[in-house]
C-alpha cells in the first residue's frame, strides 16, 4: 500500500495540523490522515504475513508488541516535551532581558511545542494499528504499564494504582478518570454471544444510570475483554486493574479485587460463569469474580449479578 505523507487534503485543518503550523520547522509534517493510514497498513501487512502460517499462534504477540513500540515511543518523546517545559519555566522565572536568556527562551520552547506535536503523531500510529487488530482478531490492545490518553477514536486506559494514588492525593491529574467508577468481574470462560449480549445489556443499563462512568476490570480474557470492546466502542474510560502474578502469585486475582475497591466503584457487576448452557454444564463459577461480589457485599457496595434473559 502507498500513500504521500504530504499530499494537500481537502477539509477541516485538524487540531494535529494547526499545531503542526505553530512549529518554526521549514520541513512539512506528515498529514494526520497519513499517519493513521501508516497504523493500519503495518499492522494489516503483520496481520496478513502471519494469519494462516505456521506463526499464527504467535501473532498476538507480534501484533501488540509492534503497536506497544508506539506507545513507548510516544511515551520517550513526551517526557522530552517535560523536561523541555521544565527548562522553560526555570528560563521565564529567571528571564534577565539578555539577548542569551530570550534565545533560550524560544529554543525551549520549539523543543517543548516539536516534541507535543511528535507525540500526538505516534498517538495516531499507535491508535489506527490497534484498531486495526482489534478489528481483525476481536482483541483489544492495552499496554503492560502506563496510560493511555483519550483521543477522538478511543476511550482512555488508565492504571488502577495511578487512579488510587491521585485520589489520596486529592488533586486532578491524568491519572484522575474524573468519573463514577463501575467495577465488572467475569469468567474468562464467559465469551459466548449469549454471554456478550447480557454483558453488553448490562454496561448498557450502567451507563443510563451513571452516564459519566468509567468501567473497571483486570482486562482477563473471556468476559471482561467483551466488557473492554464495549467501552472501546462507547468512548468509556477503561481503568485497568491488572492482577500482578510476578508480586502475588496464585493470589493475584483477589489483589486486583482489593484493588478495584480501592477505587470506589458506585456498582459491582459480575458474571461467575457463562450463560451457555451447553458450555457451561458442570464448571464451576470464576472464584475471583465471586469473591468481588462478596467482597462489594460486605463493603455496601451495589452488587448486581449477571443472568440471562427470563
Known amino acids: 500500500m502507498q500513500f504521500s505523507s504530504h499530499a494537500p487534503l481537502t477539509g477541516q485543518m485538524t487540531h494535529f495540523e494547526a499545531q503542526a503550523l505553530t512549529l518554526d520547522d521549514p520541513r512539512p509534517h506528515p498529514h494526520e490522515e497519513a499517519l493513521i493510514q501508516l497504523g493500519h497498513a503495518l499492522m494489516n501487512e503483520v496481520l496478513d504475513v502471519f494469519i494462516d502460517t505456521a506463526l499464527e499462534d504467535f501473532q498476538a504477540i507480534a501484533s501488540e508488541s509492534l503497536i506497544g513500540a508506539f506507545h513507548s515511543a510516544a511515551q520517550r518523546i513526551e517526557r522530552e516535551a517535560d523536561r523541555a517545559r521544565d527548562d522553560l519555566n526555570r528560563l521565564t522565572r529567571d528571564f534577565d532581558g539578555s539577548e542569551i536568556a530570550d534565545t533560550e527562551l524560544q529554543t525551549a520552547t520549539r523543543k517543548a511545542r516539536a516534541a507535543d506535536v511528535a507525540t500526538m503523531a505516534l498517538e495516531f500510529v499507535r491508535d489506527a494499528a490497534a484498531a486495526s487488530y482489534t478489528t481483525a482478531t476481536g482483541e483489544v490492545w492495552s499496554p503492560w504499564k502506563g496510560n493511555v490518553r483519550a483521543s477522538r477514536t478511543t476511550a482512555a486506559q488508565i492504571e488502577a494504582r495511578d487512579v488510587i494514588r491521585s485520589a489520596k492525593a ?5 491519572a484522575d478518570p474524573g468519573a463514577t467508577i463501575i467495577a465488572f468481574r467475569g469468567s474468562p470462560l464467559a465469551d459466548t454471544a449469549e454471554d456478550a449480549g447480557r454483558i453488553f445489556d448490562a454496561l448498557n443499563w450502567a451507563r443510563e444510570q451513571w452516564p459519566e462512568m468509567a468501567l473497571a476490570t483486570t482486562g482477563a480474557k473471556g468476559a471482561e475483554k467483551l466488557a473492554n470492546k464495549w467501552a472501546k466502542s462507547k468512548n468509556v474510560t477503561l481503568v485497568l486493574a491488572k492482577a500482578d502474578f510476578d508480586r502475588h502469585g496464585r493470589a493475584a486475582p483477589f489483589r486486583a479485587n482489593d484493588e478495584m475497591l480501592e ?12 450463560l451457555n448452557a451447553e458450555r457451561g454444564a458442570g464448571l464451576q463459577p470464576f472464584g475471583p469474580a465471586l469473591n468481588l461480589g462478596q467482597k462489594a457485599g460486605d463493603k455496601g457496595v451495589r452488587h448486581v449479578v449477571i443472568r440471562a434473559r427470563a
Do not use: F, G, I, Y
Not at 170 to 174: I, L, V
Not at 263 to 274: E, R, S
Open 170 to 174: 486529592r488533586k486532578h491529574s491524568a
Open 263 to 274: 477505587l470506589d466503584p458506585v456498582c459491582v457487576l459480575t458474571l461467575a460463569n457463562t
